[in-house]
């Protein structure tokens, strides 16, 4: 069975495309215009014009991932040619990369969701069909360490549930984090969005610490693609939400996703304001790679 990964990569960017707070005039105005122009995955954080997205790729093959599948927009013209690039240069380490494009209905604007994403890249594939897959987002970039954890556990269903604390956002912005609630012996039973800080001190007292979702999980894609088909629309945001299939996972089976806790940041690339931080954690840990 090969090791696969499947980044999401077809979301509208409609914060980053946002204009920069006061303050963000040290932004390179290169980068700004890929900001507003690309996929996040595509702006050139990184030295020598290295690209998010050649992080992910670089910690995916550490991780000893064999085959990456890009989930993206239907109108992006950018990031497929230049993974296919890559992979006719011999610059990615051997990984087999495929893509997948996000189609839009006719009576939408703006994608369905990120549980649609899923659905549609898996179904444009069917050898992906079978067999376990990692799914995260495309604007993190997550440990090789997580990408480890993950395929290694020994569930077959499982997600990385994050030490709030050692996230290293600002405190406001980490209060909206997804909390995730687990029983006694760590299977979620919900995933709870934009929590209060009632509902924050509730799962202190529960369980201890305060685990957070971010949105990176592993599946066995053929158990896993009813519950994917058959997620509703959101009632407010009018999308078909990935954390809503992981939770309705385990009201189907009885034992959920296995939460596996990890004390680490994950860095992330949401906003403009992110991208000096961004190039800041890539020096400091990358070097000259």
Same mark, same amino acid.
């Given at each position: ?7 999401? $990569? @077809? ?10 707070a ?23 954080? @990184?030295?020598? @014009? ?13 991780a ?165 088909a ?28 296995? $939460?596996?806790p ?12 992110d ?9 400091e840990?990358? @070097?000259?790679?």
């Open positions: 069975m090969k090791k696969r990964l499947l980044i999401l $990569a @077809g979301g509208m960017a409609s914060r980053m495309k946002k204009a920069m006061e303050g963000g005039s040290d932004l390179d105005p290169s980068l700004v215009a890929q900001a507003n122009s690309v996929t996040k995955g595509m702006i050139q954080v @990184g030295k020598n @014009g290295k690209t998010l997205i050649d992080y992910q790729l670089y910690n995916a093959h550490l000893g991932i064999e085959e990456v599948m890009l989930l993206l927009h239907p109108t992006d013209t950018v990031s497929q040619e230049y993974c296919e690039s890559l992979m006719a240069k011999d610059a990615c380490w051997g990984l087999q990369i495929v893509f997948a494009r996000q189609q839009i209905p006719a009576d939408r604007e703006k994608p369905a969701g990120t549980a649609d994403a899923v659905y549609q890249a898996l179904m444009q594939h069917d050898s992906w069909q079978k067999g376990r897959v990692i799914v995260c987002n495309s604007d993190n970039l997550y440990s090789v360490n997580a990408l480890k954890l993950l395929w290694s556990s020994t569930e077959t269903q499982a997600l990385i549930s994050y030490h709030r604390d050692s996230l290293l956002y600002p405190a406001e912005r980490i209060s909206a984090f997804a909390l995730i609630r687990t029983d006694a012996d760590g299977y979620l039973l919900e995933i709870i969005e934009k929590p209060t800080q009632e509902q924050a001190d509730e799962l202190m007292a529960q369980l201890g610490r305060l685990g957070v979702s971010m949105n990176i999980f592993v599946f066995e894609a053929s158990t896993f693609l009813p519950y994917l058959a997620t509703p629309f959101h009632l407010v945001r009018n999308e078909k939400e990935l954390p809503t299939s992981v939770a309705m996972f385990g009201e189907g089976t009885g034992k959920g996703f296995y $939460a596996i990890l004390a680490e940041n994950v860095p992330d690339l949401t906003s403009k304001e991208i000096l931080v961004m190039q800041k954690y890539l020096e840990t990358y @070097g000259d790679f």
